[in-house]
């Protein structure tokens, strides 16, 4: 329903949370969804109209035991005959391990990215088109550049003739 109270759920979505389908019917689940979260959540389908009813997004929930889970979430909205809210059909799984693993992947990346700006050597990677994809700070300070900066360029759009010396 459109106040957060639940009016159907499956076996899976009660197993899921550890209780029976009829424990779950007209539980509010929106306390359980951080505020930062819940905010995403209402800009969401708030903006479903019957032109465009559908909506996907993530969000985390907080799980009785005080774990917090990633579920992923498709909403569609069911308007009346003249156009009103009268409720969210939605169809969700959990994401955690995904979640997870992004987090993880970041860490390694800022981890690398770390060694690869403490060295004092140029360091760069480019693509087959020339263009580079990785550029450690002392190569960016040979060019007067930053690291951001020069990804997706070629040498030669910062400097033509430091090119030529550093082309391998």
């Not at 009829?22 to 505020?35: Q, Y």
């Not at 907080?62 to 909403?75: A, C, F, L, N």
């Amino acid at each position: 329903l459109p106040d957060g109270r639940l009016s159907y759920v499956n076996e899976a979505y009660a197993r899921y949370y550890g209780k029976t389908r009829a424990e779950l019917i007209n539980r509010n689940f929106i306390p359980d969804i951080p505020a930062e979260d819940l905010r995403c959540i209402l800009e969401k389908t708030g903006a479903l109209s019957p032109q465009s009813p559908v909506t996907e997004f993530e969000h985390r929930i907080r799980m009785e035991d005080g774990s917090v889970r990633w579920q992923r979430w498709t909403h569609r909205a069911v308007f009346s005959a003249v156009g009103e809210l009268a409720e969210y059909q939605a169809v969700g799984r959990d994401v955690t391990k995904r979640k997870e693993a992004e987090v993880e992947l970041e860490e390694q990346r800022r981890f690398l990215r770390l060694i690869i700006d403490s060295l004092p050597n140029p360091i760069f990677v480019k693509d087959d088109q020339g263009c580079y994809v990785l550029v450690n700070k002392a190569m960016a300070e040979l060019y007067g550049s930053t690291p951001e900066e020069m990804i997706g360029h070629e040498g030669a759009d910062f400097n033509a003739n430091l090119d030529e010396l550093v082309r391998f």
